[in-house]
């Protein structure tokens, strides 16, 4: 659709991932104009999925994902037909460690009864003995005893300065680092030491968010979630314009007022009541004059450039493979944790997506994914992008009794948009801007109680009910 130069509409959304996709529906439903600028030739951000002949659906984006938040924010946008599949809680993490012959190993939770799996698989993956384990059982209680305001005011402290004010004993401090790094985080030092204390302060016999992944929809994978929130958008009015690059928000007298973007050679200039911005805040700031901007907010977003990708690889099988522990054919439908090296490191996870997504593989067929999420340095880095590979296919090997047998073709790829799941210790922005009135910001990167995509969904819920009132 082409717009003239000089165009005007209530509500200009920047972006369409989950956070912007989400909240231009939630805000069109409610009878405000709204126009949805992308600049990719679709819309989904991050929800990704490509084609592999002989019909396998591989998700190359975010697949598995909290849900405290992104339900409801469904619910609200008129998408609630996409389906998603629980993971239920005692099936959500299992743990592999490299070169232990393929043995399952118990996820160390914080605060379970310690068992006699558990105190061995503490042993292996945290470095642990009995006695080192009950030091770290007990940190992790005195953790989630924190009032929310003890827990806020760490926010922004790096796991490695929180734990020395804690001054455990080292080996217990080391079981704690790997406790944490075991829940996703690369760099485990420099995660917001807040996060890592909500890792256990959760509501009596549940999670605080249900692990959730794309379900039985008509399509295979997150393209159906992105097909479900595209007829949301269309049929709540939401004008869409892709391949719309923008290069610059406009603020005048402290509000944020028009937006300039690019389509092809022409420059248009959309004014609008509101903005949302639904760019991570890395690249946001350039969208700005950097003279309006808090100094705060620069520096914060320097350090989250660095913050993460993503080394993925896709694995499609004839049938399933049998596991080297036990024999049986696998049939884990959570998220498969590993350590890999001499130095037992993080080296990602693994997730069969065809135990949730039917449609992602030809009937009898199999597709498991794995990825790692990395440092940006190491995604640049061929070597390093190269060993992660070649750790996934060790672990494979390593795991399934029959895999070389049964597996049929492996895809690699690598992408530069992923974010950890314990953040970096930077100040996020608030939904609701600082620095110019009329202006929001939705997505990953915003200073919300969640992660991930259940981050989007919640900015999102909070940035509509701003703008409505």
Known sequence: MSRAPGQACQVAVVGGGLGGLLAAAIVARQGRDVV?????AAVGGRLRSFDVEGGYIVDAGAYLWPDAHFSEALRRAGADDFRTSEIAGDRVLRLYVEGQGGRRQAFPFPLRTPSAKMLASAAVALDADEETYAGLCELWQRLAALTDAEVERLRLVPLRQGLGA???????AEAFRRNVMLYGSYDPDAASMAECIELCR???GRNPA???VAGNNRVGGVRALVAALAGALSDAGVRVEIDARVERIEVDAGRACAVHYRRGDEMTRLAAESIVCDVPIDRAIDLFDRSLLPDELVDSAGKWSAVGGVIAAAYAFRGMPHLNDGGAQDDFPGWTRLLTGPDREFGGGMLWTTMHSPHNAPPGHHLLQAMRLSPRSDVDDPSRVAAVHDSFE???AEIYSDAAERMLWSRRWTTADGTEYMVATAR???????FAAGLYFVGETTDVQAVQMDAAALSALHCAEMILG
């Open 202 to 204: 959760r509501p009596a």
């Open 428 to 434: 996020r922005p608030p939904v609701r801007s600082a």
């Open 394 to 396: 060790r672990m494979l």
């Open 36 to 40: 949805l600028l992308e600049r990719a």
């Open 166 to 172: 804690l001054s455990p004993s080292p080996t217990v």
């Open 210 to 212: 249900t692990p959730v």
